[in-house]
């Protein structure tokens, strides 16, 4: 445990920020069910408003270094061929 008062104060900030961080990662992957989810029941509208969704939250987290920019990439790179498969399919 932190024995310094900036010490303390470091430590509520970082519970804190994490709470927050975890939060939103939690929201991406929910998301990311959804368009999976769409996908699946083949409904194309669906499925384009959740990628489109799904990628703001993306940028905006790896903007903020919440996840790995790498990361966000890859998501947005496999639900965009996701998408792409089900509106040519259609």
């Known amino acids: ?6 010490a303390k104060k470091r430590l509520r900030q970082s519970i804190k920020k994490r709470q927050h961080n975890r939060s ?3 929201f991406i992957k929910l998301e990311i069910k959804k368009a999976d989810a769409a996908a699946s ?10 990628a489109a969704t799904v990628f703001k939250q993306l940028d905006k987290a790896a903007a903020k270094r919440i ?3 790498n990361m966000a990439a890859r998501k947005k790179s496999q639900i965009a061929r996701l998408v792409n498969a089900k509106t040519k399919a259609k």
Do not use: E, F, N, Q
């Open 24 to 26: 939103v990662i939690k």
């Open 1 to 6: 445990m932190p024995h310094t008062r900036s």
């Open 67 to 69: 996840v790995h920019p």
């Open 41 to 50: 029941a083949g409904d194309a509208d669906a499925l384009k408003a959740a």
